[in-house]
């Protein structure tokens, strides 16, 4: 139990710095965003068409299908997450969920391991190299599909969350592999 806990925490640890390289230091995956000319008169705007935090569908979906259908046949189509009380960038609160947020994944991905019963590095290896595409396959290409969001965004968002199911059942693998020689004691 102590080595997969060591592992847990290795894990969390080092996907964490992996996520502030990715998220915090890299300029990369935010070439994919686009920016507004004014970002004040938008924010100003977005004020007054979105009366609270939450998230919108736009097109909303209480009109008539006949409005509903020429709504999204002229465009624009948006999911627009919003938070009006605003924050600062590098908000100490989220970086703390976040924190938490790898450490409960990593912590899940230690209990799926050993369900699956992995013993050898290789059973880790190809199991989260497995887990990773199933998930990116079901999360993030599904948003492409279903929910309309663009591939030059999700790409990125698909990266990230590859490499963290790599990372952390690699790590996960190097601490929870059964010793060979004590197995066969």
Known sequence: MKPTLI????????LYIWGYLYWGISPIPYESMNQTPDDAAAQ??????????????LPGPDHEPDVLNEL????PIAIIHIKLEGGPVMDPAVLVRGFIHNLAFVGLLAIFFKVAAAREFR??????????????????AGDIIW????????????IYNFTAFLIAGHLLGVFMKTNPEASTA
Request: a negative charge; charged letters at 15%; hydrophobic letters at 50%.
């Open 44 to 57: 100003e705007s977005l004020r007054q068409h979105f009366p609270e935090s939450g998230s919108y569908l």
């Open 72 to 75: 999204y046949a002229n465009g």
């Open 7 to 14: 592992g847990i925490t290795v894990a969390t640890i080092v």
């Open 123 to 140: 059973d880790f290896a190809r199991l989260s190299l497995i887990s990773g595409a199933v998930a990116v396959v079901l999360i993030d």
């Open 147 to 158: 929910w309309r969001e663009t591939i030059s965004w999700n790409v990125w968002q698909a």
